[in-house]
């Protein structure tokens, strides 16, 4: 393993990270909020922060040597693990300095939420929260849901950390996803102008409906990221507004699309876009989830029209489903086979290749024919068969990448569950807030409910959040891979 060559790119994104906290403080020194008690101004923490992240980066980066040219897989994992784990610590100080999160520990689980685009947050009252604290939240988000790996490789392609390795470890779908262009850079840029262009037309529409530029610009900033923070306690609910919420969810939907999709729909592929197999089944589960949600809520709440249950239950379950955790609505309150269905579809997430969380699709596609083609093997067991996704065979080494990460995310929610219950949460709880961090949705069910509040769960607990949080978003074999001893020899 080369260490140095590590720690160099560590450094250049750390360097990229202090030129992203230019922007809060543009914004926190245009609303001007009076410091806390006892703290610093919003101002003099992000300042603070940037100069140090800048001043380590910049050492890092100049007088570690560099071996990016000689990466292998083993490096390219262990540097997004890495540069993820210090940009989050990084991000943290902001809410520790200026008093937002008087503990380290919450102010590093808001970061690596942010960052992450989980959306569990342990903030009590957002409303009363300085803007330029909320904007980073946002931020953040934006910046985590496409990758801030790939925001360099697409903006600083000279710095040579273009690395097809750096590209499959971070970008969410891994092996699944495909180049648009054959070099890196152009595939990078190409992501981030689609992004960008989706998140400009979001606050376009937004700001058409009404909504305050500030409220518009936050809240874009995490549909397109899918991550669900918000700038006030009732999140999406706050508007009551059927036009936000329609936006919304058109975005949140557009977010869980795969970007390789988006861009094939730009140069006119319609054919090629609407014959694919995992948007199909993603806007498959949508249309049930919705049906089946409505159909419940009518059933089990009299109190609400048609139209209600239906505006409610189009949000909620695009939400999750997206892994957005955005609210309009405490899901709580449902039915239990509503919940339930919840945390299956929680467990989906979107397409690969998107800002989405969880599994994603193409893997349950994958799995549902692994499962039908065992079956076929018990027919005609010596028969040869092939799984096969919009007509072309999956190699056997993606197979088993599948089967095993799924395993690994069943696995580790199971045992989030049970060290979460040894600290004295209730079942429901722990069962939830393990799937929820793991799979980077936010909001869960119990004591973590529509709220997606994090606040009560104890340090322990927290700390172990934040690491699922990390592991989800990197899809565990980037950070087991650090825990391996053989990956460490040269």
């Not at 994104?13 to 609303?31: D, E, N």
């Not at 209600?308 to 189009?314: C, G, N, P, V, Y």
């Not at 599994?359 to 040869?384: G, S, T």
């Amino acid at each position: 393993m080369n260490i140095f060559a590590i720690f160099n790119v560590v450094g250049v994104l750390l360097l990229l990270l202090s030129g992203l906290m230019v922007l809060p403080v543009g914004i926190s020194l245009y609303y001007d909020y009076p410091p806390l008690p006892g703290y610093m101004t919003e101002t003099q923490a992000f300042i603070l922060t940037l100069v140090v992240s800048f001043i380590t980066g910049l050492s890092l980066w100049k007088v570690l040597p560099s071996g990016v040219e000689k990466l292998r897989d083993r490096e390219g994992f262990a540097i997004v693990a890495l540069s993820w784990l210090f940009i989050a610590l990084a991000g943290a100080f902001p809410y520790y300095l200026s008093g937002a999160c008087p503990d380290f520990i919450d102010a590093f689980f808001e970061s690596m939420s942010g960052f992450t685009t989980t959306g569990a947050s342990i903030l009590v009252d957002i409303d009363s929260l300085p803007r330029g604290i909320l904007f980073w939240r946002n931020l953040t988000q934006w910046f985590g849901g496409m990758g801030i790996i790939l925001l360099s490789m697409a903006i600083f392609p000279a710095l040579g950390i273009g690395s097809t390795h750096l590209f499959k470890a971070e970008v969410p779908g891994g092996v699944t996803v495909e180049r648009m262009q054959p070099r890196l850079a152009e595939t990078a840029k190409i992501l981030w102008k689609t992004y960008v262009v989706l998140t400009v037309l979001q606050i376009i529409l937004l700001k058409l409906g009404g909504v305050e530029f500030f409220d518009a610009l936050c809240h874009s900033l995490s549909t397109v990221a899918t991550g669900g923070f918000s700038t006030h306690n009732s999140s999406i609910g706050y508007f009551n507004s059927p036009y936000v919420e329609s936006i919304s969810i058109l975005f949140m939907f557009l977010g869980g699309v795969s970007f390789a999709l988006h861009y094939q729909l730009v140069n006119g592929n319609f054919g090629t876009v609407f014959k694919n197999p995992e948007l199909r089944c993603y806007g498959a589960i949508i249309i049930i989830g919705i049906a089946l949600a409505t159909w419940g809520l009518i059933s089990s709440r009299p109190d609400l029209s048609l139209n209600d249950s239906f505006r409610k239950a189009a949000f909620n379950i695009v939400s999750i489903n997206t892994t957005s955790g955005f609210m309009t609505d405490d899901f709580n309150l449902w039915p239990n086979f509503l919940r339930i269905f919840m945390l299956v579809i929680m467990m989906v997430g979107g397409c690969s290749g998107s800002t989405s969380g969880s599994l994603k699709v193409i893997r349950f596609v994958i799995l549902f024919k692994i499962i039908r083609m065992e079956l076929k093997k018990l027919v005609h067991p010596r028969a040869i068969f092939h799984v096969k996704v919009a007509g072309k065979s999956i190699d056997p080494d993606d197979l088993t990448n599948v089967v095993a990460l799924t395993c690994f995310f069943m696995g580790f929610a199971t045992l989030g569950c049970i060290l979460l219950s040894m600290m004295g949460l209730d079942l429901t709880t722990s069962i939830s807030a393990s799937v929820a961090c793991l799979f980077n949705i936010g909001p869960g069910l119990g004591q973590v409910g529509a709220s997606g509040n994090y606040s009560d769960i104890p340090f322990m607990g927290k700390s172990i959040l934040i690491t699922f949080m990390l592991m989800g978003r990197l899809e565990i074999f980037g950070i087991m891979l650090l825990f391996l001893p053989m990956a460490w020899r040269k």
